[in-house]
């Protein structure tokens, strides 16, 4: 990418996908990223206890993620080509020496198992690796989310740990799920 031209294309497909964009986070936004937050069905994956937050509370929560002040990270909202909000993305910690990026990422409920998520992970993924430098990229799941499990795995993150019963619900503890991705790992990724 030795021209102005194709670093300008570059650029400007940084935030955009097929299917899903990201953009600034808008106070419309926030209503709805606070009831996926708070909704029990999804804050058992989100979270380790299922307790409702204020409305209010939530969205100083995304907020605060989605300033975009520090070089160390990002906050998007995910919208679809219609505009529509589907999800939130989060990436923090990216920090010399290290430059480990800690990533996480909400979809909403009507919006899942359409590959969005997939979609939105690929393009935070890009930005984290090709734009921000970053060595390598982690984040955490339960051992009983099995669809962000096989997600995170089909997209190159490896399982680096386990924290054993670190979450109780229902009567029983559940083990937390360690994954990362290291930059040569994603530009094999990438490049296949």
């Known amino acids: ?7 300008q294309d570059w650029s400007a497909s940084l935030l955009t996908g097929e299917r899903v964009r990201f953009r600034e986070l808008r106070e419309q936004d926030l209503r709805h990223l606070a009831e996926w937050w708070n909704d029990p069905a999804q804050t058992i994956l989100q979270q380790n206890r299922v307790v409702a937050r204020p409305e209010e509370s939530a969205a100083a929560m995304f907020r605060t993620w989605s300033k975009n002040e520090s070089p160390s990270g990002f906050g998007y909202s995910i919208v679809n080509p219609a505009e529509r909000l589907v999800g939130h993305i989060s990436v923090w910690g990216i920090a010399v020496p290290e430059r480990i990026a800690t990533v996480a990422i909400i979809i909403g409920p ?10 939105a992970l690929r393009l935070g993924l890009r930005i984290v690796f090709e734009e921000m430098g970053a060595h390598k990229a982690e984040l955490q799941t339960w051992s009983y989310n099995h669809r962000a499990l096989h997600l995170y795995t089909s997209l190159g993150f490896a399982e680096e740990g386990r924290r054993r019963a670190a979450v109780f619900h ?19 990724s990438a490049a296949g």
């Not at 009567?171 to 994603?186: P, R, S, T, W």
């Open 170 to 188: 229902r009567g029983a503890f559940h083990d937390q799920v360690l994954l990362g991705m290291l930059a040569d790992e994603y530009r094999a």
């Open 110 to 119: 009507e919006f899942q198992d359409q590959g969005i998520g997939r979609e």
């Open 1 to 7: 990418m030795n021209n102005i031209s194709d670093l």
